[in-house]
């Protein structure tokens, strides 16, 4: 699962434009190690060790010319972020939302310090999953007390999130979410071995079940409403001022066929 999200955090950072990138959460999981921003931040709400919040470097087959810069370490409060308003063109929320004490709270305050047009990338896990009904079935017995119910597959405060529930979280804040993908359909299992065994249904359930995957890949874009582009002022200005000239031509063309 790591190795899969990993990829896909890696293909959607590596080209995004800004100069301020923050991820919140997971400090384990190098969600801006290919990324090209001058000024990265990994924020953690926990009071994890210094060492534990160091990202590894990005492969050199991957980015070549990545300078040697290390995201900044920073312990805050998630529901209360100490960026200014519109201060931050790419946030990667890796698992967060599923741990967090407010999850709405939590993306309120994302679309806050998110500039206009910037990026967002969340990754979480899916509830109609294998997972998703082992980690239900897990709680259920740990309520009852039946069986090793103590021990759960994912953490006991993760809250999974549901795909299409997150979207619409993200519509109701001004997001336009550009793409989503779902991966790793194993079943649940801790043993190597049988995890290889099944190795088989990733590349199943990608094509014929592909909304059952075990985690799910979201990317969103911030939209401000009454924002134009300079860009396509300009081009139609352009296009304004090449009417006049096809309306002259067809007055000449209506004189000679009087004359």
């Given amino acids: 699962m790591l190795e899969w999200e990993q990829a896909r955090l890696d293909e959607a950072v590596t080209d995004a434009f800004g100069f301020h990138a923050l991820q919140l959460g997971l400090p384990e999981l190098g969600g801006l190690r290919a990324n090209r921003m001058p000024k ?106 039946v069986g090793r119910a103590q021990r759960l597959y994912l953490p006991l405060s993760c809250e999974c999130i549901g795909y299409w529930r997150l979207r619409d979280w993200l519509r109701l804040l001004a997001f336009e979410v550009e793409g989503g993908r779902f991966g790793c359909w194993r079943p649940p299992l801790h043993g190597g071995p049988w995890l290889d065994r099944f190795a088989w249904m990733d590349r199943v359930g990608e094509r014929w079940w592909p909304v059952l995957g075990a985690v799910y890949f979201l990317e969103a874009v911030k939209r401000v409403r009454g924002m134009r582009l300079v860009g396509l002022l300009r081009n139609e200005g352009r296009k304004a001022q090449a009417a006049p000239a096809v309306a002259a031509h067809r007055r000449r063309e209506t004189v000679e066929l009087e004359r």
């Fill in 40 to 145: 990265r931040w990994v924020a953690s709400d926990l009071l994890h060790p210094p060492q534990l919040l160091v990202l590894p470097p990005p492969p050199d087959a991957l980015l070549p010319t990545q300078p040697p810069h290390e995201p900044v370490a920073l312990h805050c409060d998630f529901e209360a972020l100490p960026f200014p308003d519109a201060s931050i063109d790419l946030v990667v929320l890796p698992h967060t939302l599923e741990l967090a004490r407010d999850a709405h709270q939590t993306l309120r305050e994302v679309e806050r310090v998110l500039v206009p047009e910037g990026r967002l990338v969340i990754v979480g896990f899916n509830p109609a999953s294998l997972w998703g009904l082992r980690q239900r079935a897990g709680r259920m017995r740990r309520g009852l007390g």
